[in-house]
Every structure is written in C-alpha cells, then in structure tokens.
C-alpha cells in the first residue's frame, strides 16, 4: 500500500448542524462536542474501542448462525429473522462510521482528512468486505414473503410433523384436540418456499464481512499464554470452525438432493428408525460428526447419489489443504518451542551463574558492599547482551541504511548534549554509528560513586535518580533526553554520584574506547573538545569557589545576628537596673573627641568585661586599653558606635576599680554604679562560656 497524503489542514470535524445543537445544550454540549471532536482525531479512544468490541461479538454471531439458516432454514422462524434486522442494521452503521474514524497507516500517520480515511478504507480489503457484506440484498425476499404485501408469499416451509404429548404424531396439519409438543421438519425441496430458500442464500453474503475480524482472531494472541499454546488453540479452533461450515453446507446440499437413497436418510440424521424426524440439533451433531471424520481422511460410507460423490471430493482436497496447514502450523509451533527452550537454557544458565557467584562470595566472606558491585555488574552484562539483539539485526544492513537507522535513533540525543553540539554533522553522525541501545529495569544501578567512569549514556525512555553517594538522597531525577556522565569519555575520573533507574528504562550508551576510535579519524576535535572541558572545568572550579564564598558570607551574616541579638538582651538587662535607681558608669561615658554619646553594644561590654578581668576576684584583665581601641574603635563599628583611645581608657580605669571591690553578685559579675551600696548591682550573664571563649568572635566581627 502507498504511503497517503495527509492534508492536516482538511482535517475532518464534527458536522456543523451537531455542533451548533451541542452549543444550545450549555456546558453538557459542550463536553459532549469534545467527546465528538476527540473521537474524530483519535482512532484509540474508548468509545472506538467498546464499537469494536460491538462489531466483534456481532460477527462471532454471524459465523455461528448464518451456516445453520443455510442448512436448517426451515427451523429458523421470524423470531430469528429481527435479531437478524438489529445486526444487519448495525453492520450498515460500522460501514458509515468506519468511513469517518481516523487512520493510522503503516507508517504511523494519523489520517483525520474525510477523503484520506475513506480512501484508506476502501483500498484495505477488509473495508470493501465489510461494505459487501453490509449490503442488504438478503431483504427483498423478506419483505416480499411478509404478510399483507402484494405477493403475499409465505416463508414457512410446507408439511410439517407435529408431535404431541401422548406420542402420536400428525402431518401438514395441526391436531387441536391434542397437546402439541415440538415441530418437526423433512427436509424435501418441495416443502421449501422459494422466497426462504433465496433469503438463505443470500444471507450467506455477510459472512463476508467477518473477513476482518477472522484475520484479527488469527492474528491475536491469547492473555496469559505463551505463544506456541495460543498458536495451538487457534488451529484448533479454525478447525472446528471448518468442519462448522462444512457440515452445514453439506447438510444443505442434501436438502437439494431428491433421492431418497440420500446420505442423511441412509444414516438416520433426517428421520429416525422410527419413522419420526430428528430434532434440528440431532440433526447437526450427527452431520458434524461424519464431517470432522472427513476432514482428517476417513471418508463417509453408503453414498450413493453422484453429487455426494462429488463433494465427498472436494472435501477431501480441501482436507488436504487443511491438515497441511494444519502440520506446517505443528511444525512451526515445535520450533518455537525450540527457540523458547534455547532462551530458556541460556536463561538457566546464566541464573546458575549467578547462583554459584554468590555462594562463592559468600563463602569467601565477601563484603557486602563487594558482593552487591559484583552482582550489580554481572546483571549489568547481561543487560548489555540483551540489549545487542537489534544491533545484530541492523549489522546486516548495508552501511548507508545502518547510518540512517542510528541518526534516527540517537542523533537527537547528541545535539542535546552541549559539547557535541556545535560539532559538524559528520563528526555527528559518527558517535551515532557508535551508541549502542540497552534496556534496564527499574532499580537497576547504572553507575556507583567512586567507580571508574569510561561511558556516556542518554536516557532513550524512562528515567533515573541521581543519589548521593550514601544512597540516601536523590538529588535530581533526569527523564528523557537527559544525559549524564560526558565527562568520563574525555578524560579518566570516576563517579561522583550514584545513578539507578527508577523505572524500567532505555539507555544509550556511548563508551570512552570508541570516542577515542572516532577522535582518531577526527584528529582536528581533539583541540576543540580539549579546550571544551578545560572551559567547562574552570566554570565547575569558579562555580565551587562561588558556592564557598556565599557559605562563609551567610556564616558571617548568621554569626552578626547572633551578637546583636546579644547586644539587644543585654541593653535589656541595662534598662531593667536603670529604672531600678542605679546608672551605669560604663554606658553613660561620653565620646571626649566627638561630644557624642557613645552608643552600648555588646561586642564593647565585652571587650570591657574580657579588659577588666570580668571573671570575679578582681582579677586584671588582660585587654589593655589600646587593644580596646584597636579592636573596637574604627568609625563606623558594630551597634553604631564610636569610641576614642582617651574613652576606653578611662572606662577601663573604672572597670578595673569596680573589679577590684568584692561584689556580692558572685564570680562574673559587672558593678553597675560608681559609688552605690554593694546591692546596687546586676549580674550581666556571660555571652558565651568564658571570657576567652570570645576572643575568636570578636576578631571575627571585627573583621567583618
């Protein structure tokens, strides 16, 4: 079949006049316009598929009754003949709407354009069978033989048996003193009403449009069942399908035979030893019976009309026919049990393999880490192996079409890559000739933290973590298209993180030995791609000076809030012994060379308490007050102070006094007033542990 043009812009709609309907019915119209509109864009919708699964069960219908119409049309009566009309109603409506459903051709192009879909309809040959077998010649003679028409034509056929409930039996007509119990028919051609006989055979015609779903039958394969089985019970099936239509047909030809020295007498299937007729499925099984023996070579005995004969065979050429298909079906199926069981053992095998491996490394007392980098690596190869299987298969393709099979593939994927991306086409289409495709399943590690790395892979389908290298945080998780591990095929390094699939994933896998082949058929890349990774491993380098940077500076800006948070309690604490009558000496000094106050802070009160010995005791410190000066008396310091040489000595010279008199508030203590009673003191809690435990922080605010 040639490929369809698909003209996109014709694509086919809803027709206007629904739509405009659909509008007026608020928003339930309009869900049920994007109902209509989906199911003429997408030939996989739900509703397409219950249709199928409709016109499916509908030509199951037709296989297992239009053959019996055929051969015992006389027991069909009209109740039959409307579910009939329900089903050939139906197939004229998969005809009309099979015509409108998008297309999807063996290229993977959707058709949605009205002509498109209906020329792709009418050239697949199913699409002319299901339109033949729609059509529905078989109605005339219904209509003609119904009641009331100008005819006036019965379709019952003539002289019938009644049986009745005491055993006695009638013909042709009805006892209405008895109690009647069944019908029964001979089956003569003179009892036959022409109008059944031509409505039978012409409803024979819609077995034609079961064509396509009798390929589909034979073309499935059956859920939770290998394929050899399945292929089995379909043969099975198709024959007792055969012999199904066969014995029909045969039937049916005895009831054109006028003899009465015809087979189903002689056998007893028309009329029993008795003198009464068998029942209609008496009838059938005995004739399914002799026609299932015919087909496998046993022919059947006491015929003696000609036409018999001559079908007796054609049976037997057509038994030919089907018991070769039969066998060459056998034969297929015994070697792909062969091929299955070659699978099967190289699947036992390699299990034992691994089995042995870890016994052995549990014997030897392997670590556990080891033991799972072993077995991780062996089901790493084996995945590699599997994934050889296309490889093979294009292998044999001349090298042109191979090119073109690997650029389809995977040259996407390069020009994602940023260091193969301003490269020539050539150079390209190179590393594509070299990727080789693997599947792994979900779990599966793809590379561990600290192994050498020597390949680069791309994410075909699925998706990976990136873990740490405790395996306890995923850091990103990269889909499709992503890639990971580029630098390893430049240069030796080895992993800095952990990758494991996290669903059953496609890789493409670029290895380091066949990128090296290919810069020596390119020898002017090397330069490039030298200059490449040395830019890209300075911005990596300058990227982790910055990331450095940024974590002292947000160190230092948490360690400032710290002390002014310090700084705050401590002003606090000034306060409360304010208002409690006493006046600090130490945060009342005022600035000698500015006239200005001198704002308190808590690096200052620390430097006075670290100065005066702060410890208790009275104890000097060992902070003079030049050092005072020169650790906190640059403008601009922290707390907004600005405190001169000549002030921090005289305030030193006071705290030195005030430390040396004995508080009663115990070791650590800071006296609040120059001249007040010993009571009048407050306890300023120290900042952090000792006073030489802030040593380091002040130079560090300091500093800042």
Same mark, same amino acid.
């Given at each position: ?9 014709? +694509? ?7 739509? #405009? ?78 015509? $409108? ?14 002509? @498109? ?91 034609? =449009? ?73 009838? !059938?099984?005995?004739?399914?019976? !002799? ?27 057509? +038994? ?90 995977? !040259? ?141 500076? #947000? ?27 006493? =006046? ?50 640059? +403008? ?5 102070? $600005? ?23 115990? @070791? @650590? ?36």
């Amino acid at each position: 079949m040639a490929l369809l043009h698909v003209d996109h812009t014709r +694509a086919a709609q809803p027709p206007r006049f629904l739509v #405009k309907l659909l509008q007026l019915l608020g928003p339930t119209g309009y869900r049920a316009q994007a109902w209509l509109s989906e199911l003429f864009h997408n030939p996989f919708a739900p509703a397409w598929k219950s249709w199928d699964r409709l016109t499916w069960a509908m030509d199951i219908y037709y296989v297992l009754v239009i053959p019996p119409t055929l051969a015992f049309m006389c027991d069909f009566t009209s109740s039959y003949m409307f579910s009939y009309l329900f089903f050939d109603t139906l197939s004229l409506l998969r005809v009309f709407l099979n015509t $409108l459903r998008p297309k999807v051709n063996k290229f993977g192009q959707l058709i949605t354009d009205a002509k @498109g879909k209906r020329d792709f309809y009418f050239k697949n040959g199913a699409g002319w069978c299901e339109l033949i077998g729609a059509i529905p010649i078989d109605w005339i003679p219904l209509f003609v033989g119904l009641p009331g028409n100008l005819l006036h034509v019965s379709m019952a056929c003539q002289n019938p048996y009644y049986l009745y409930a005491d055993g006695s039996m009638t013909q042709g007509v009805v006892d209405a003193s008895k109690s009647l119990v069944d019908r029964r028919f001979v089956y003569h051609l003179d009892n036959i009403p022409p109008d059944l006989l031509l409505y039978s055979i012409l409803r024979v015609l819609r077995l034609v =449009s079961t064509v396509g779903t009798v390929k589909w039958a034979l073309q499935a394969k059956i859920p939770w069942l290998s394929s050899p089985i399945s292929r089995l019970i379909k043969n099975l099936i198709m024959s007792l399908f055969l012999t199904h239509i066969d014995s029909c047909v045969f039937f049916f030809l005895e009831t054109m035979v006028m003899s009465e020295k015809r087979w189903i007498n002689e056998i007893g299937a028309s009329v029993d030893k008795f003198g009464v007729p068998q029942t209609v499925w008496v009838r !059938y099984l005995i004739n399914y019976f !002799y026609c299932q023996r015919s087909l496998f070579f046993i022919p059947r005995e006491t015929m003696h009309v000609p036409a018999e004969i001559i079908y007796q065979c054609c049976e037997a050429l057509f +038994a030919a026919c089907l018991y070769g298909s039969i066998l060459g079906n056998l034969s297929q199926i015994v070697r792909s049990f062969d091929s299955q069981a070659t699978l099967d053992k190289a699947e036992r095998h390699r299990k034992v393999t691994k089995r042995f491996l870890s016994k052995y490394m549990i014997a030897k007392e392997f670590p556990v880490p080891l033991q799972e980098k072993v077995l991780n690596h062996e089901e790493f190869e084996w995945v590699h192996k599997r994934g050889m299987d296309t490889e093979r298969i294009f292998h044999a393709f001349p090298k042109s079409l191979r090119l073109e099979v690997c650029v389809h593939l995977y !040259y996407a994927l390069i020009c994602e890559v940023p260091l193969f991306k301003d490269t020539d086409d050539v150079f390209k289409v190179a590393l594509c000739e070299k990727i080789s495709l693997i599947s792994a399943q979900r779990g599966f590690y793809v590379a561990k933290a600290g192994d050498v790395g020597n390949e680069m892979y791309f994410i075909r389908a699925g998706a990976v973590n990136v873990l740490t290298k405790d395996e306890s945080k995923v850091i990103v998780t990269l889909g499709q298209g992503a890639f990971f591990g580029e630098i390893s095929i430049f240069q030796e390094c080895r992993r800095t993180a952990t990758v494991r699939t996290a669903c059953d994933t496609e890789l493409c896998v670029l290895k380091k030995s066949d990128f090296d082949e290919i810069l020596q058929a390119y020898p002017s890349m090397v330069a490039v791609f030298r200059q490449a990774v040395a830019e890209r491993e300075e911005r990596d380098a300058q990227r982790r000076r910055d990331e450095e940077a940024s974590a002292a500076l #947000k160190a230092k800006e948490a360690e400032i809030a710290r002390l002014e948070q310090q700084d705050r309690m401590l002003q606090q604490l000034r306060a409360k012994g304010s208002s409690s009558g006493g =006046s600090s000496a130490i945060a009342g000094g005022r600035n000698t060379a500015g006239g200005s106050t001198m704002a308190s802070g808590s690096l200052w009160k620390v430097g006075i308490a670290r100065a005066t010995g702060g410890s208790g005791g009275g104890k000097p410190g060992r902070w003079t007050a030049s050092q005072l000066a020169t650790r906190f008396g640059s +403008a601009g310091g922290l707390g907004g102070s $600005l405190v001169n040489h000549a002030d921090l000595g005289a305030v030193a010279s006071q705290s030195r006094e005030m430390g040396s008199d004995e508080g009663s508030g115990g @070791g @650590g203590g800071e006296r609040s007033g120059h001249g007040g009673p010993r009571g009048d003191t407050h306890h300023v809690p120290p900042v952090q542990g000792r006073g030489e435990d802030m040593e380091p922080i002040l130079e560090s605010a300091s500093t800042t």
